[in-house]
C-alpha cells in the first residue's frame, strides 16, 4: 500500500429554531449519507481543500471552526487497498443554498443525534463524536475560540 489519497471536509453545522443541525450529503454514485467531503487539488492545504469541497458540495459558505482531527481507512481501488486520509473541521455555514449536482443530490440537516444514526460510514461517527464531544465541552459546535479564529492565523 504504497499510495495515500489525501482528502479533507467538514462537520458543517448551523442554529436553526434554536437548535443546532448538522449538514449531510447524499452521493447518488454511492447511495450513502456523509459528510461532505473531498480530494484535495494540486498545491492545496487541507483546510482549503475542506472549505472548497464543502461549499461546492452544499452550496454553503462557511466560518471555520477548530479541526477535529483525521480519520485514515482503507479504499479498494480496481482490486488494490489504498490508504485514505481526511482531515475535518467544525464548519458553521453562514450563507448559501443547496443546489443538487451530480456528485451530490441531496442535503440533509438533522439534529446531531440523528445524524450519528443516519451517516453510513463509521468513520463519519467517529468524526461527529469528537464533534459532539467539542461541542459539550464549549458549550456550542465551534466554541468561543472559533469565532477569532480565520484560516492563515
Do not use: N
Amino acid at each position: 500500500m504504497g499510495m495515500t489519497i489525501r482528502a479533507a471536509g467538514a462537520v458543517l453545522w448551523r442554529e436553526h429554531d434554536g437548535r443546532d443541525e448538522v449538514g449531510l450529503v447524499h452521493r447518488p454514485k454511492y447511495d450513502d449519507w456523509s459528510l461532505p467531503k473531498g480530494k484535495l487539488d494540486d498545491g492545496e492545504t487541507d483546510l482549503e481543500a475542506a472549505v472548497r469541497e464543502v461549499t461546492e458540495e452544499t452550496g454553503h459558505d462557511v466560518e471555520v471552526g477548530p479541526g477535529l482531527g483525521e480519520i485514515r481507512y482503507c479504499i479498494d481501488r480496481d482490486g488494490v487497498l489504498v490508504e485514505k486520509t481526511v482531515c475535518y473541521w467544525a464548519m458553521r455555514a453562514t450563507d448559501g443554498a443547496f443546489h443538487g449536482g451530480r456528485e451530490v443530490d441531496e442535503l440533509r440537516w438533522c439534529a446531531p443525534d440523528d445524524a450519528l444514526a443516519a451517516v453510513t460510514y463509521e468513520q463519519d461517527r467517529e468524526v461527529l463524536r469528537r464533534f459532539l464531544e467539542r461541542q459539550g465541552d464549549s458549550g456550542t459546535p465551534a466554541g468561543p475560540a472559533a469565532l477569532a479564529w480565520h484560516p492563515g492565523s
